[in-house]
């Protein structure tokens, strides 16, 4: 092959490449300019806010193993102890309670115990800290209109507390 005779490049200024464009062109320039910053500033918040997603989801998968772990161990005690509680009574206590009462509060009723204690505990504390946070946020960004909103608080928790009793 035969080797070509190449002058060597110069390097080229910024401004020459850019000597044909059009006002059009330098605007779609400085919105691109003005885009890629943003688009690169947000990518390290994207990834402290996949960090924060990551540790809301462990968080959740603890709190509903714990909570339900617990109430497992629970139900478990108070069922050992309402059997044995159960095998101390006298012949004339099964001859009053029928067999299908026993039953029930041995499945039933220890169940609605586990329900209480298990994840909707969880799910309680969970809603009780955002309210809690949502108020200091509100009143910290403005007292004004947080103040009116939390004057119509004491409507908010008694109907909650009716439409509780109701259903």
């Known amino acids: 092959m035969k080797k070509q005779n190449r002058k060597p490049t110069k390097a080229v200024s910024i401004r020459s490449l ?8 330098l ?3 400085l ?3 003005i885009t890629s910053a943003a688009f690169g500033a947000t990518n390290p ?3 402290v806010v996949f960090v924060i997603g990551c540790v809301i989801i462990i968080c959740g998968y603890i709190r509903v193993t714990a909570f339900n ?3 497992e161990r629970q139900t478990r005690t108070i069922r050992q102890t309402l059997f044995q509680s159960i095998l101390k009574k006298d012949v004339v206590y099964f001859d009053t309670h029928k067999t299908g009462e026993l039953s029930t509060l041995i499945s039933d009723d220890i169940n609605k115990i586990r ?5 909707k505990l969880g799910a309680l504390i969970d809603t009780i800290s955002i309210f809690i946070c949502c108020i200091i946020i ?4 403005g007292w004004k209109l947080a103040l009116v909103i939390f004057s119509t608080l004491p409507v908010i928790v008694t109907t909650f507390i009716i ?3 109701v259903g």
């Open 163 to 165: 439409t509780s009793k």
């Open 115 to 119: 329900d209480g204690i298990g994840d």
């Open 18 to 25: 850019f000597r044909y464009a059009t006002f059009a062109d």
């Open 31 to 33: 919105l691109a300019i």
């Open 69 to 71: 772990i617990t109430a």
């Open 27 to 29: 605007l779609y320039m």
């Open 138 to 141: 509100g009143f910290v960004k």
């Open 45 to 47: 918040l994207f990834f």
